[in-house]
């Protein structure tokens, strides 16, 4: 017998403890309750992923139930917001429960390592198609913004960059390297920098999370800050694989441009440098310019190729 609606959602999707106080009500209803405590602001995202778009036929569910959730959790790191609840939507082609099974331990997984509430969302027949609206709280004045970055600030990127990039490469068969694990793991298993966007809250002056690719990433920041960025080439945190990357195919721009790290990238006053987490590094500085450029052997050139866009 065919899973209807609700039982879908009631096998695969209310299995989840509540873990904040702050969800009066959650699936069952038709809204969710939430109290907002006082001196905090609600931070509200939301992301879609569609089949052959953003992931490829056939993908693994787990990793999609996974990456689903880091992408929108990413988007709140970005902010200096604590995540607290998500609603999640869904367009099945069929109802496949050995795919719904594993989509819903690679979401659930995740949220509840973030200690994140399910509390809703919907389901319905239609192109293989999944959104996720991500709530969180921070508190009042403190959330990081695109259109704050000072002249003068240092650029600074949690993690490393372009691993996600050289793992699409791998799973498209455009590329082959002896240790692919790693550049695959980066691509399907992002891990959202929840607890760093915390601490840089305190004291970034500007914040983004790389999903689109540094230099577009970055570009949002310029252009909503009216500043412009000098990246050095030789501070750029690569991994050996990319490293290699280049070597081999002298593609030098794709770590720059490939996106999907969900790495974080921030200004700091310099006086703050000190403050920087251990898992970030510094690989620029904003100045008086325009749009993003590159320090490479003491030559500066401006960056064209910028990242991944919609309806480009």
Known sequence: MAVSEFGLINRYFKQQAVHNSTTQLGIGDDCALLSIPEGFELVVTTDTMVENVHFLAGANPEWLGHKLLAV???DLASMGAKPLSVLLALALPTVDEDWLRGFAQGFLSLAQYHA?????GDTTAGALTLTVQALGLVPAGLAMKRSTAKIGDLICMTGCLGDAGLGLKIAQG??????SDAALNRLHRPEPQIAVGLVLREFAT???DISDGLVADLGHITEQSGVGACLDWE???LSSAVKQYITATGDWQMPLCAGDDYELCFTIN???LKSLPATCTQIGVIDQGDG???TQSGTTQRLTKQGYEHFS
Do not use: E, F, T, W
């Open 235 to 237: 501070r750029l945190p």
């Open 270 to 272: 310099p006086a703050d």
């Open 292 to 294: 993003v450029r590159i």
């Open 72 to 74: 929108n959790l990413s």
């Open 174 to 179: 455009k590329y082959g390297c002896a240790d």
């Open 206 to 208: 500007a914040c983004i």
């Open 116 to 120: 994140v509430d399910l509390i809703g």
